[in-house]
């Protein structure tokens, strides 16, 4: 099985909406997708790869105010007209929902094609193989105490589509790759590890290959560890990278769902004051080269920029077309589906803090009396409490700062609190 273009996409969506009466729906919407999907792992000299070819179709179906929902891991046009007729019987048994008022309408995207790489397309499991290989040989290069390298990479290609009865024919295609090295290194009987990231919407050779050395330089860097005599209240630096771990909570408190149905913390707290007043976080559908950037969302309506948090002020909230009705207003653009078997929800989308100030790791380090560095890989971030906001991670690869210096690295350390009160303590 081939990918299928949008174009195709479109098409078969539009022949089953318009059956949408005969089949007794007074509104109907296809979401369609297909996936190339290939990914590979390499253990220092072992290769295993796997590639993937993915297709199916969701479909919501309104009779009145009841919404029924069917899916199918096929596109041909009997099976999509077949599953449709199942999300009207499901329709006709679940209640009426007085808060829907109809599927979206269609609107004009500015952009008019999302992040799609040819390249990236055309490169062949050989020529990653080999990236991959040259990658490790790159991190054994840093030192004999490098002892192993565990190199992923996935790229995928895919195309989904959107087609309703109440206008909406469009979607996107797209491209991403992703890679990442762990490296387990051992001098004089000790043991450390650190990871190393990659991810892109294109395909960028030097990136890749240098996956495996940073992974190395970083558990290089982590010999001759200690541990904290004892636990103490005092500042962190965080790495770019990890930062997500400690703020994964403002996605779920951000999402009008959640806000609607009071499981926010940011529940009745538009316009005030959340966080410091140095902090600006954006949510941005549109930001150039984001992993999230497309077109439109997985309802077709044409993705946008937004500011959720304005120095320091709540401003507003991510909304799909649902949870926008519900309150008189657009949706933002911000209907996400885990997969064609899922019905679209709030989700944000590429988040971007921005600094007040132009300072690096480096120069932040400068300014704590006594502190963490945390610049690698953390675990137990997924067991934050997003509505209460306790958070609990640990990492491998943190350093105790003292008086604007890194003092030595750190075996282990846990770092705690609570994220509505981080939010009021950057220091960015």
Request: hydrophobic share 40%; charged share 25%.
């Amino acid at each position: 099985m081939d990918l299928i273009n949008l174009d195709e996409l479109i098409n078969i969506g539009l022949k089953v909406v318009e059956k949408a009466k005969e089949i007794g729906a007074d509104e109907l919407e296809i979401f369609l997708s297909s996936s190339d999907v290939f990914s590979m792992r390499v253990i220092t000299n072992y290769v295993t790869t796997r590639r993937g070819l993915d297709a199916g179709v969701g479909i919501r179906a309104v009779v009145g105010k009841r919404v029924g929902f069917a899916s199918a891991s096929s596109i041909s046009e009997e099976i999509i007209l077949e599953t449709a007729k199942n999300a009207v019987k499901i329709a006709k048994t679940r209640p009426e929902d007085p808060d829907f008022k109809h599927l979206p309408d269609p609107k004009k995207p500015s952009a008019k094609r999302g992040i799609y790489d040819e390249e990236l397309v055309t490169k062949s499991s050989d020529e990653l193989i080999k990236i991959a290989s040259d990658s490790i040989k790159r991190g054994f290069d840093k030192s004999s105490a490098v002892k192993k390298i565990d190199y992923n990479l996935t790229k995928q290609v895919g195309v989904f589509a959107v087609v309703n009865s109440r206008g909406v024919e469009i979607g996107d295609s797209y491209t991403t790759i992703f890679s990442w090295a762990s490296v387990k290194a051992e001098r004089n009987g000790e043991t450390v590890t650190a990871y190393e990231i990659f991810s892109s919407r294109r395909f960028e050779e030097e990136p890749l290959l240098t996956v495996s050395e940073k992974a190395a330089e970083r558990a290089l860097r982590m010999f001759g560890g200690k541990k904290l005599e004892k636990a103490f209240t005092g500042q962190a630096v965080i790495e770019n990278f990890v930062v997500s771990d400690f703020l994964w909570p403002l996605t779920y408190n951000v999402n009008a769902r959640n806000v609607q149905e009071k499981r926010s913390g940011f529940a009745n707290k538009l316009n005030t004051e959340v966080a410091n007043e140095k902090v600006t976080i954006l949510d941005d559908g549109t930001l150039p080269e984001g992993l999230m950037t497309f077109t439109v969302d997985m309802e077709g309506i044409p993705m946008t920029k937004k500011t959720l948090i304005e120095k320091g002020v709540l401003k507003t909230f991510v909304y799909d077309s649902y949870t926008a009705f519900r309150e008189g207003r657009e949706s933002t653009g911000n209907a996400m589906r885990r997969s064609f078997e899922n019905l679209p929800a709030p989700s944000t989308t590429n988040i971007v803090m921005e600094a007040m100030a132009n300072k690096g790791a480096q120069e932040l380090i400068m300014e704590i009396d006594k502190g963490v560095y945390i610049g690698g890989f953390t675990m137990g971030s997924h067991l934050t409490d997003p509505l209460k906001g306790t958070f609990s991670v640990t990492s491998l690869n943190a350093f105790y700062v003292e008086n604007g210096d890194i003092k030595y690295p750190l075996k282990s350390v846990t770092a705690g609190g609570n994220f509505y009160e981080l939010l009021r303590n950057i220091l960015i």
